[in-house]
């Protein structure tokens, strides 16, 4: 049997390859009862023969580092869909992963949690930028956003 080969839908996901920058405002949330805003670090690269995105995430708020975030991304080929594994530094195991689909120049995830259900847009612009959002909702209809951000790539 000959091993499996990234195909055009892994390849889509080199458009979070890079180091980024970004500037994130976040509403008010069982997590942050403030809400404010924060800067970020991403660090992505293709890994395991071009299989999966590695991402390395790192929020800092008044000069310190507040949170940490390891992503991992691929495409499954059964369900046809894209999935995101996120692992962070509140310790949460995350259930499983989020599932995706790009939409135009969007790549957007939903899962439902403990929490209710959360949705991971990401809109790139090709000129090197991208926006990210949160939103959560307790129903899966309605939903509010938590967190929006404007990335950079340095």
């Not at 091993?3 to 405002?25: F, R, V």
Request: proline share 4%; charged share 25%.
């Amino acid at each position: 049997m000959e091993m499996p080969k990234p195909n055009q839908n892994h390849d889509k996901l080199k458009a979070l390859t890079g180091t980024w920058s970004g500037q994130e405002t976040m509403s008010p949330s069982p997590w942050d009862s403030k809400g404010g805003t924060a800067t970020g670090v991403i660090e992505a690269h293709l890994d395991l023969d071009g299989m999966f995105l590695v991402s390395q995430y790192r929020q800092e708020r008044e000069g310190r580092v507040t949170y940490r975030g390891h992503g991992v991304y691929g495409w499954d080929e059964k369900q046809k869909v894209y999935t995101m594994y996120w692992f962070d530094s509140v310790g949460t195991d995350p259930g499983g992963p989020a599932r995706g689909k790009w939409e135009g120049d969007s790549l957007i995830f939903e899962m439902k949690g403990e929490m209710g259900h959360s949705r991971y847009a990401y809109k790139f612009h090709g000129d090197g930028k991208f926006d990210f959002s949160i939103s959560r909702s307790s129903d899966g209809k309605s939903w509010s956003q938590w967190l929006e951000s404007t990335w950079t790539r340095r």
